[in-house]
């Protein structure tokens, strides 16, 4: 008998066609949405998915294996209706080539006032300013997990001072000055980019409180790249429409889509990314390797040894 493993993402057919020949034992259906699914929830075992709402796990009465699509897994695990007994394994540890190429991306973007520029050229106004650099300037990442040591290392490229905010001591080379989460403050007040890459938990939600932000210099900016609860948004609205600090960049948000009305639509201090940090072309690659161990893993038995396992 074969085994039922729903793919519940817009690009399903693609990860269904590369997993078909490898492995003949699965019934693989793809869904682009949850209206797709039909009664095939109630038989599945595996799904792999981004996430998935509370009212189809409820009737996902033998399901035994979420992989997640994404690093950040806390949509899923904090689902009511999530049985303890469900595995649940992530895909951390292969998005800091992206990741990493989108906080430099924003970081120059910022620093050498790019919105600007193309607001300029949209209006054909010649304008120029000197610009500033990221040389020599001073970056604060909060998180040193796979995502915060790669951006590390490209900062270095760039001359950054590299400081490395985290729970426990690491050895990154990249990294300049290493602070424990206790030490925040600290950072904060020191450095000209404060980069957020740490996963949301019951310890990390609201950790960039309105203290953390008052401590920055007025030229300096945060970056959000990880989870917008991580962030208190109202305290950092206040921050950019007083001009506490210099502005922001934000690829993550409280709600997301971001609603049309919010403040930071209208924020020319603000730079909005649609939560696109871990999406590339070629994520399907990047994410295959880790399922395709752990299928051969869960199918042969061995599921106390699957790949990124998270505990709930």
């Known amino acids: 008998m074969k085994t039922n493993l729903l793919i519940l993402d817009p690009f399903g057919e693609e990860y269904q066609k590369a997993l078909e020949p490898e492995f003949p034992g699965l019934f693989i259906q793809a869904c682009k949405t949850e209206r797709e699914v039909g009664d095939f929830i109630e038989k599945t075992r595996i799904l792999l998915t981004f996430n998935i709402s509370d009212e189809l796990i409820q009737k996902a009465v033998n399901l035994e294996w979420i992989q997640a699509l994404g690093t950040g897994v806390d949509s899923i695990v904090s689902l009511p209706s999530l049985p303890k007994g469900v595995l649940v394994t992530s895909t951390r540890g292969i998005q800091g080539p992206q990741m990493s190429e989108l906080a430099i991306l924003l970081m120059l973007a910022l620093v050498r006032r790019f919105p600007d520029t193309v607001r300029n050229q949209d209006k054909a106004v010649w304008d120029r300013w000197p610009a500033e650099l990221l040389w020599r300037k001073k970056v604060g990442i909060l998180g040193l997990g796979a995502v915060g040591q790669e951006i590390a290392h490209k900062c270095k490229a760039f001359g950054m001072t590299v400081y490395g905010v985290n ?22 007040r020191e450095v000209d980019f404060f980069i957020i890459v740490i996963p949301l938990t019951p310890e990390t939600r609201m950790m960039v409180r309105a203290e953390v932000l008052a401590a920055m210099k007025p030229t300096a900016f945060p970056l959000n790249l990880a989870r917008g609860a991580v962030v208190d948004e109202k305290a950092l609205i206040q921050a950019l429409e007083s001009r506490t600090i210099a502005g922001a960049a934000l690829d993550v948000f409280n709600e997301e889509p971001l609603p049309q009305g919010h403040p930071f639509w209208k924020m020319k201090n603000v730079i909005v990314t649609p939560h696109i940090g871990g999406t590339s072309t070629f994520y399907a690659g990047q994410v295959l390797p880790i399922f395709q161990e752990n299928l051969r893993r869960y199918l042969g038995g061995e599921r106390h040894t699957l790949i990124n396992r998270v505990d709930h």
């Open 167 to 188: 729970r426990s001591k690491k050895q990154v080379d990249a990294v300049d000055r290493f602070f424990g989460l206790d030490r925040l403050l600290i950072v904060a």
